[in-house]
């Protein structure tokens, strides 16, 4: 992760200083990430892709699979806990909680 940062910083002409000066951080932390001796919260790693203009996905891919089967694991928590229960259908409950329109 931190390599792919390094690389994607080196193609946009970033240096840590103006990184770290987009995203509210300071050097030593960018540092730190870029190491990897450090691993960036959520809203860090957003920050991070909008400043390089790239996708979650493209920087940590292993995030986008986690979030996914995450997600994945809460809609069915919801569905067998709530929408059983009370006849709700799944694909209502999908739309309520944001999972499609």
Known sequence: ???????IKKEKDLTQEKLAEKIGVSTTWIGYIETGYRKPNLKLVYKITRALNVKV????????????????????????????SRNIPPYLL???YGVCR
């Open 57 to 84: 996905k493209d920087i940590f891919p292993f995030l986008v699979e986690f979030l996914t089967k995450a997600w994945k694991r809460i809609i069915t928590y919801i569905l067998l806990n709530f929408g059983a």
């Open 1 to 7: 992760m931190g390599r792919k940062i390094q690389r």
């Open 94 to 96: 999908m739309v309520k």
